[in-house]
Structure formats: C-alpha cells, structure tokens
C-alpha cells in the first residue's frame, strides 16, 4: 500500500525531478566551462583534465 502511494507520487513528481536534474547539470557543465577557459586556474585545469 505505502510503496504504491510512493509510486504514484514519483510518477507524478518525475517530470519535476527531470526538470531539476536538467537545471544541476547544465549548471554544473556551465560551471566546468568557466573553469576550463580562465587561464588562472590553470593549476586546476590541468589537476581536473589531465594534460589536453
């Protein structure tokens, strides 16, 4: 009974959770892209991407 209610609340709720993983992965791709063009934070480029 408790875990059909939780079913449904999810179906209905999924769309919603789609929408707010979709907004924190563009941030954070937009935030890698930041990262990745200042040149000062070279040090950290190269300790996220490896020599590219």
Same mark, same amino acid.
Not at 13 to 23: A, E, F, M
Not at 41 to 52: A, D, E, I, S
């Given at each position: 009974m408790l875990l059909r !209610? !939780?079913?449904r609340l999810t179906v209905k709720?999924?769309?919603?959770?789609?929408?707010?993983?979709? #907004?924190q992965r563009r941030k954070f791709s937009i935030n890698m892209n930041r990262l990745y063009m200042i040149p000062k934070?070279? #040090?950290?480029? #190269? #300790?996220?991407?490896?020599?590219?």
């Open positions: !209610t !939780t079913l709720n999924l769309h919603l959770i789609n929408y707010l993983l979709l #907004k934070n070279l #040090k950290l480029q #190269k #300790k996220y991407f490896g020599n590219v």
